[in-house]
């Protein structure tokens, strides 16, 4: 059973370009959860996501970030026009439908903007 | 709102020592869990332990334990017979049943010394 896939591992872009970042969650698991984690941080809820649904956006900056998870394929999250501030690494986690249980993260996409 | 608290930016332990690693947290729900994550410096995020708060008995991995205060929104985690491999970041993270989402921790850099 594969892990949770992230690609790309990291991604370079320039200020005011588009990043997407995707998420295959590991088979059998309907939940996705989005972290950032600013250098020298602990990691930070971004967004949790179910096939075609976001249950919780909480996290999410107002502007310029979105995400999604649809019926088929991975889930995506796009950050547009972005800023330097955005430099940070950005893990993805599934898990099945159950409360409570473990999360499985992917091993993240490091996003630098120059 | 919900809360992590790990107090200890950094710490170091001889080879074959035991340490531990303290974790404070607050929530108002009932319905909680705790994870101790490692993150080693390939950044996966591995999960240590996990600990249901509604269980009395504190949770063992093998050589990981944690002493689960409850009354004390207390969580710490023991390493014993401490590896050169136990070298990593370790987040403590509070998951809710009803949002699903990890709340985590500052981390805690743990050095083992050979």
């Not at chain 1, 949770?4 to 295959?24: D, F, I």
């Not at chain 1, 020298?40 to 995400?67: C, H, T, W």
């Amino acid at each position: 059973n594969a892990g949770v896939m992230q690609n790309p591992r990291h991604l370079v872009r320039r200020r005011g370009q588009e990043a997407r970042l995707r998420c295959s969650p590991m088979k059998g698991h309907s939940h996705v959860y989005w972290y950032r984690q600013l250098p020298e941080e602990g990691l930070k809820f971004m967004v949790y996501l179910q096939k075609e649904n976001i249950i919780d956006e909480s996290g999410m900056p107002k502007e310029r970030f979105s995400a999604e998870f649809p019926k088929e394929g991975p889930s995506i999250l796009r950050i547009q026009q972005v800023v330097r501030g955005d430099s940070a690494a950005y893990f993805c986690a599934s898990s099945p439908p159950l409360a409570g249980v473990e999360q499985f993260f992917g091993p993240g996409t490091r996003l630098t903007v120059l | 709102a919900q809360t992590v608290t790990q107090s200890q930016p950094e710490m170091s332990v001889q080879e074959a020592e035991t340490v531990t690693l303290s974790c404070t947290y607050d929530t108002s729900e009932n319905n909680y869990y705790l994870f101790w994550y490692k993150q080693p410096p390939s950044r996966q995020m591995i999960l240590v332990i996990r600990q249901e708060a509604y269980k009395q008995q504190n949770a063992t991995e093998n050589r990981f334990s944690v002493n689960f205060q409850k009354a004390a929104k207390s969580f710490s985690l023991k390493i014993s017979d401490s590896q050169l491999g136990d070298t990593a970041m370790y987040f403590c993270a509070l998951g809710s049943s009803n949002t699903g989402k990890l709340i985590f921790g500052q981390g805690t850099t743990l050095q083992v010394k050979p």
